[in-house]
């Protein structure tokens, strides 16, 4: 991807937001994020992007990783800490209340989709069609699962192949 001017990082996070949104919904994707989160100190976002990209039929070179990783060191702790305060607080709190902290965990999400794709401007200029692979299936979610020792069946849900029947 070349490095997009601010409107075109917009587009792009918005386009990213929605699939995120409408994939995080589908049977099986929610249960799944929320594993690798929380068994396997995976983040939700990246594997989310690495999945778009996937659906997008684009590799990213191996060394596109660990730039992504990077960006997410500003909001990574901050998500963690805050999501975990939100479960805390959440029987305690009205149900009015309790949405604002859930929306201002989701403006967090929201930067850091924005963190991941300046990131991925920056360090992957274009990624590769997958078609030039010998297997069409791009590795980007793959990759990232097996790094953090995901089980073939998480991934599988990640990639929302439950709902697919697969």
Do not use: I
Request: glycine residues 4%; charged residues 20%.
């Amino acid at each position: 991807m070349p490095n997009p001017a601010p409107d075109t990082l917009t587009d792009q996070t918005q386009a990213f937001w929605e699939f995120a949104l409408t994939h995080y919904a589908r049977p099986g994707v929610e249960q799944a994020c929320l594993c690798l989160q929380d068994s396997y100190q995976g983040n939700v976002n990246l594997a989310l992007l690495l999945h778009w990209l996937d659906t997008q039929a684009q590799a990213l070179p191996a060394d596109a990783l660990p730039a992504l990783l990077a960006a997410l060191t500003d909001t990574d702790a901050l998500l963690s800490h805050f999501r975990q305060l939100r479960r805390e607080l959440k029987p305690g709190l009205a149900p009015t209340a309790y949405r604002k902290l859930l929306d201002f965990e989701l403006a967090l999400e929201k930067r850091q989709h924005r963190d991941l794709l300046a990131a991925l401007a920056r360090s992957c200029p274009a990624p590769h069609p997958a078609a030039n692979q010998p297997n069409p299936q791009p590795p980007n979610l793959a990759n990232y699962a097996r790094q953090l020792g995901l089980p073939d069946t998480l991934l599988n849900q990640l990639r929302g192949a439950a709902s697919e029947g697969r």
